[in-house]
């Protein structure tokens, strides 16, 4: 019986190379993942850049026309902020820091024009060209002179 009862002893849990065989099989499996989900994360962050900044263009020409004034789209790269204000700059209707909240550089931010006006009619001065850059990873905010936004995405 004292037999039976250490033999079964024995064969209770695991041994060392057990162990070590699905520990690294697990390591293996979590290195093949991890460059997956970092380029999953940038291009989520560059999408949500690409939205916010959408949604501050079409919000500029929505209180143009509203308040019957010209607004003025306006990027900072030393703040890396994107601006909404009056054609004066004393008034801020919009400010999104695509920096802070989404780790954007300065260089990784490009408008082809800056500022562009956009008057009570619905009508800019200019089209306008936005490039968001992370990485590898390119998207582009087209934006009309009558306001259209068109979102691209660069391989």
Known sequence: MNE???????NRGFTLLE?????IMAAAVTAMSVGRIHSLTVQQRLQRATMATRNDIEAAYAIAVRNRQPVR?????????????????????????????????????????????????GLANDTLLITLTVETVTKRVRVSRSGLVRLDSLP
Do not use: C, K
């Open 73 to 121: 789209i306006a990027w900072n790269s030393g703040t890396r902020q994107l601006v909404v204000t009056d054609r004066a700059g004393t008034t801020y209707f919009r400010r999104s820091n695509l920096g802070a909240v989404y780790g954007l550089a300065a260089a990784g931010v490009t408008f082809s024009r800056s500022p562009v006006e956009v008057y009570p009619d």
């Open 19 to 23: 162990v070590l065989v699905v520990m």
């Open 4 to 10: 039976h009862y250490s033999q079964s002893r024995r």
